[in-house]
């Protein structure tokens, strides 16, 4: 399902409003969520307005994705969360590397950038990038998912 979601731009902050579009949830289901996931906290400013930031957006993705494609309840879904975290953390205990494809992937960028023109960008099938991630992949989306890699890494680093 999360195919049919669009792209998370390059931003910051989301309004809720937004984050509703970018996950296809509700804003009243969203702000039910952070009730019950201690995980999402956006920040609040001027009367109460929420501002998301990237890694809430694909955190609520993930539950999404567990409680509407994969079935969980809302106290399954938590469970899973916190074991991912939990697996997560003895991970980074045992000295294992956490995403150690993004790199690879920001090699994959700087080979595009080498072998595909600007002309070629949008549709091309000019570079391993594209062989690693599918076909029609544009530079512009590639390092999207690189910089949400990263980022991902750096939260679960931390």
């Known amino acids: ?23 296809g949830v509700k804003p009243h289901v969203l702000r ?10 956006p920040m609040k400013r001027r009367g109460n307005r929420r501002y998301y930031q990237h890694h809430e957006v694909l955190m609520i993705r993930r539950i999404r994705d567990l ?29 294992e590397v956490l995403l150690e494809g993004v790199d690879d992937l920001g090699d994959a ?3 595009f950038d080498t072998t595909a023109d600007t002309s ?3 549709g091309a099938d ?5 062989a690693a991630l599918g ?4 530079r512009q989306r590639l390092e999207i998912v690189r910089r949400e890699l990263t980022e991902i890494r750096d939260l679960l680093a931390a």
């Open 1 to 23: 399902m999360e195919k049919d979601l669009p792209l998370i731009p390059a931003k910051r902050y989301f309004t809720i409003g937004e984050v509703s579009d970018l996950c």
């Open 32 to 41: 039910y969520w952070e009730q019950e996931f201690t995980q999402l906290r």
């Open 67 to 95: 409680l509407y494609d994969e079935g969980f309840t809302i106290s399954g879904a938590r469970n899973k969360l916190q074991e991912v975290v939990q697996n997560e953390r003895d991970k980074r205990r045992n000295g």
């Open 109 to 111: 960028v700087d080979e």
């Open 120 to 122: 070629e960008l949008d």
């Open 126 to 130: 000019t570079s391993i990038a594209f």
């Open 135 to 138: 076909d029609g992949m544009s």
